[in-house]
């Protein structure tokens, strides 16, 4: 999981993951959520997290969803 200060560098970086992890031969699901997660120390948790994993969990090899 990672979080981002901008929805378009979210995008890319989820792109340019399903690329460089294509090219090795693995089709990686991606999730994407644009909600606000809680900052527990070091650790990232609430509703916007559980939501962009059940998002990714949607997502075909290789394909970023977006919500």
């Known amino acids: ?18 690329e460089a992890t294509r090219a090795l031969g693995i089709e990686v699901h991606l999730g994407l959520h644009t909600g606000e997660c809680k900052v527990r120390g070091d650790d990232l948790g609430g509703l916007a997290v559980h939501i962009a994993a059940r ?4 997502a ?7 919500l």
């Open 60 to 66: 075909g090899p290789g394909e970023v969803l977006v």
């Open 55 to 58: 998002i990714g969990s949607l």
């Open 1 to 18: 999981m990672a979080s981002f200060d901008g929805l378009a560098r979210s995008i890319h970086c989820a792109l340019a993951v399903a």
